[in-house]
C-alpha cells in the first residue's frame, strides 16, 4: 500500500459501498459481509474527512441506505460515561499514569461487554451499512480482531466497514504498520 495511492483508493469507497452488488452482497457465498479499508496511519487526517464526506453524502443522495456511522473512540467515551468511570478514569490516569488505567480498563473494556454498548447503536433499525471508524484511537484498549469477531452475531448479515489504519492482508492486521497481530481475522478488503 502506497501513500500515493491512498486518494486514489479512498475517493471508490463511496461508489463501491452504494452499487446495488455491494449491498445485496452479492458474490459473498456464505462469508460475513465485513471489509477492511486499510489506509497509511499519516492520513488519519485525511481519512476522517473523506468518512465525513462519505456519511454527509449517503444522508444527503442515498436515503433509501440505511446506514449508522459508529467512532469507537466517541462509543469508548460514551460507555465509560454510562458506567460512571470516565472522571474516574481522568484522575486515575493523573495520579497512577497510563499504564494503571489501562489495567483498570481493562476489565470493563473487554470487548464483550463494550460490543453491548455498540449493539445498542445497531439495533435502532434494520441497517444496510455499518461504518466503524477510530480503532486506531481506543488501542490497547479493543483490537480490530476481537471488535470484529464480537460483532459477527450482532451485525447479522449487514455489510460492515472498518476503517484500519495500518496494513490488512487479508487475514491479520499490522495497526499503524508498526504492530502485527498475530490473531488470524477473514475480512474482504474493500478496495484492493
Same mark, same amino acid.
Given at each position: /500500500?502506497?501513500?500515493? +495511492?491512498?486518494?486514489?483508493?479512498? +475517493?471508490?469507497?463511496?461508489?463501491?459501498?452504494?452499487?446495488?452488488?455491494?449491498?445485496?452482497?452479492?458474490?459473498?457465498?456464505?462469508?460475513?459481509?465485513?471489509? %477492511?479499508?486499510?489506509?497509511?496511519?499519516?492520513?488519519? $487526517?485525511? /481519512? =476522517? @474527512?473523506?468518512?465525513?464526506?462519505?456519511?454527509?453524502?449517503?444522508?444527503? #443522495? #442515498?436515503?433509501?441506505?440505511?446506514?449508522? #456511522?459508529?467512532?469507537?473512540?466517541?462509543?469508548?467515551?460514551?460507555?465509560?460515561?454510562?458506567?460512571?468511570?470516565?472522571?474516574?478514569?481522568?484522575? /486515575?490516569?493523573?495520579?497512577?499514569?497510563?499504564?494503571?488505567?489501562?489495567?483498570?480498563?481493562?476489565?470493563? /473494556?473487554?470487548?464483550? @461487554?463494550?460490543?453491548?454498548?455498540?449493539?445498542?447503536?445497531?439495533?435502532?433499525?434494520?441497517?444496510?451499512?455499518?461504518?466503524?471508524?477510530? %480503532?486506531?484511537?481506543?488501542?490497547?484498549? %479493543? @483490537?480490530?480482531?476481537?471488535?470484529? +469477531? +464480537?460483532?459477527?452475531?450482532?451485525? =447479522?448479515?449487514?455489510?460492515?466497514?472498518?476503517?484500519?489504519?495500518?496494513?490488512?492482508?487479508?487475514?491479520?492486521?499490522?495497526?499503524?504498520?508498526? $504492530?502485527?497481530?498475530?490473531?488470524?481475522? =477473514?475480512?474482504?478488503?474493500?478496495?484492493?
Amino acid at each position: /500500500m502506497k501513500n500515493d +495511492n491512498f486518494e486514489n483508493r479512498a +475517493n471508490k469507497i463511496l461508489t463501491t459501498i452504494t452499487t446495488p452488488d455491494f449491498l445485496s452482497k452479492k458474490g459473498l457465498g456464505n462469508e460475513i459481509p465485513f471489509y %477492511v479499508f486499510d489506509y497509511p496511519p499519516d492520513k488519519e $487526517l485525511e /481519512m =476522517r @474527512r473523506q468518512i465525513e464526506t462519505i456519511t454527509t453524502h449517503l444522508q444527503k #443522495h #442515498h436515503a433509501h441506505i440505511k446506514f449508522i #456511522h459508529i467512532n469507537l473512540f466517541k462509543t469508548m467515551i460514551s460507555y465509560l460515561e454510562e458506567k460512571g468511570i470516565l472522571g474516574k478514569s481522568f484522575e /486515575m490516569e493523573i495520579e497512577k499514569g497510563s499504564e494503571a488505567l489501562l489495567k483498570a480498563l481493562s476489565a470493563p /473494556m473487554q470487548p464483550e @461487554r463494550f460490543i453491548k454498548s455498540l449493539s445498542k447503536q445497531i439495533h435502532l433499525t434494520r441497517l444496510d451499512l455499518i461504518l466503524i471508524d477510530g %480503532v486506531g484511537s481506543i488501542w490497547p484498549l %479493543v @483490537r480490530a480482531h476481537s471488535l470484529l +469477531n +464480537n460483532l459477527q452475531s450482532i451485525t =447479522r448479515e449487514t455489510s460492515l466497514v472498518l476503517f484500519y489504519p495500518g496494513k490488512y492482508t487479508g487475514q491479520s492486521f499490522k495497526l499503524f504498520n508498526l $504492530l502485527k497481530d498475530n490473531h488470524y481475522y =477473514r475480512a474482504f478488503r474493500l478496495i484492493p
